[in-house]
Nanobody
Framework: QVQLVESGGGLVQPGGSLRLSCAAS????????VGWYRQAPGKQRELVAA???????NYAESARGRFTISRDGAKNTVDLQMNSLKTEDTAVYYC????????????WGQGTQVTVSS
């Protein structure tokens, strides 16, 4: 059974940092394009950062220069390092895995809450 589990969320002050981690069981991340999404209250879910199976990255304009997505093959995790956090980064963050050869195969984690507040 495939499972994606996010961790690392929490409450942080503006300007602070958090590191989110998405751990997979039942899939190997190197076979998937992986994205971190977020959804704030009353807003649509949006892509924050993506890492394709070849290792290329892509970032939303709001995240570029502050967030870094990376993959640890040994641990089978994909992390999102978030620095210089702003109040507008407050959202539930989700991990998504999309199979590199079959886009109908996709999985979501349950999400982790990130709250940026003083």
């Amino acid at each position: 059974q495939v499972q994606l589990v996010e961790s690392g969320g929490g409450l942080v002050q503006p300007g602070g940092s958090l590191r989110l981690s998405c751990a997979a069981s039942g899939v190997v991340f190197s076979d998937y394009h992986v994205g971190w999404y977020r959804q704030a209250p009353g807003k649509q879910r949006e892509l924050v950062a993506a890492l394709n199976s070849a290792g290329s990255t892509n970032y939303a304009e709001s995240a570029r220069g502050r967030f870094t997505i990376s993959r640890d093959g040994a641990k089978n995790t994909v992390d999102l390092q978030m620095n210089s956090l702003k109040t507008e980064d407050t959202a539930v963050y989700y991990c998504n895995a999309l199979h590199k050869k079959d886009s109908s195969v996709a999985y979501w984690g349950q999400g982790t809450q990130v709250t940026v507040s003083s």
